[in-house]
């Protein structure tokens, strides 16, 4: 199953992150926006073309130390039909590059809508006979709260096209207690959700214990995080809420196996701004980004046992 690809790539690399791909105009250094404007004016067009130079630069520095990128569709959706051919672009410029594709777009439907999601960001579709794969995404984030509805389209996907899902579980956001910490017969929202998530899980499971349906719970939430590793044998986490949200090495520590497997932790700003905060040339952006994700996964495995499949 996917999954399974991306745990190779983890343990090839020994780096547990993921670096998630969010840019805003305000993250990009100056020059390269310059250099975009002149070329196709200051405008949505020209705002992609300075997205998507910076993203490639970002790849260039990171593909042969990170397993993974993360792009988030919101960020690309804000600049209009010119940042969606950003984010495919961005895509198929990374999985090139051999690495694995997870999209955080947390899609949620039901029946043929949510099939249309699921052909969209993981499958193929036709056209008078011939198929095309609209994004090449080898991931992609969902809302389980629809229930099973909303998950068996995208898991006959999965099954036929190798690809995996990440459902919200229990998530890094301050108000996510709100919901997800609400007790059903004693049992909080999230730990049920976990439950499902094994439960769908059953049908795409890989060869290294692990299904094609993961689960996403934040670092903000440490014993919850290490409760659901306990609980979810066979469901990988993507581990959102590291660096900017507060979340540190040792709070993500639980997340991991005695293996050093079964989490992968991302890191969006941290990464793609190091050189703001490093004040360092903004020409040396992509070297920055480079040194934080080194960083981040020193500072990562200090607390998980080396990793081996």
Not at 187 to 195: A, F, H, L, Q, R
Request: net charge neutral; with cysteine.
């Amino acid at each position: 199953m996917s999954l399974d690809r991306l745990i190779v790539k983890i343990a090839e690399t020994q780096n547990p992150t993921v670096a998630g791909l969010d840019p805003k105009l305000a993250y990009v250094p100056e020059f390269i926006k310059q250099e975009a404007f002149a070329k196709h004016g200051a405008n949505l067009k020209g705002a992609a073309k300075a997205l998507l130079a910076f993203n490639k630069a970002l790849i260039d520095a990171l593909c042969d130390i990170v397993p993974a990128v993360k792009p988030q569709c919101a960020y690309y959706e804000m600049y209009g039909y010119q940042g969606v051919k950003t984010l495919a672009k961005t895509m198929e410029y990374a999985r090139k590059k051999g690495m694995f594709v997870i999209t955080d777009g947390k899609r949620n439907d039901i029946g043929t809508t949510m099939e249309a999601y699921a052909a969209g960001h993981l499958g193929t579709v036709d056209v008078d006979g011939e198929s095309f794969a609209p994004f090449q995404g080898d991931a992609l984030t969902v809302n389980g709260y629809l229930g099973t509805d909303g998950i068996a389209p995208l898991t006959e996907i999965c099954n036929r096209e190798d690809k995996g899902i990440f459902v919200l579980c229990k998530t890094s956001n301050p108000s996510s207690g709100e919901l997800q910490d609400r007790l059903i017969d004693g049992k909080p929202v999230y730990e049920i959700m976990g439950e499902m998530c094994e439960h769908w899980g059953k049908s795409l499971m890989g060869g290294y214990g692990y299904s094609g349906v993961g689960a996403v719970v934040g670092a903000t939430y440490p014993e919850q995080l290490k409760e659901l590793r306990e609980k979810l044998p066979h469901t990988f986490f993507l581990v959102p809420g590291y660096g900017a949200q507060g979340g540190g090495a040792k709070d993500v520590a639980g997340a991991f196996d005695q293996k050093g497997l079964g989490a992968i932790v991302n890191s969006s700003r941290g990464i793609m701004c190091a050189y703001q905060k490093e004040g360092c040339d903004e020409r040396d952006f992509a070297a920055a980004a480079r040194r934080e994700a080194l960083r981040m996964k020193q500072d990562i495995m200090q607390h998980v046992e080396k990793i081996t499949l």
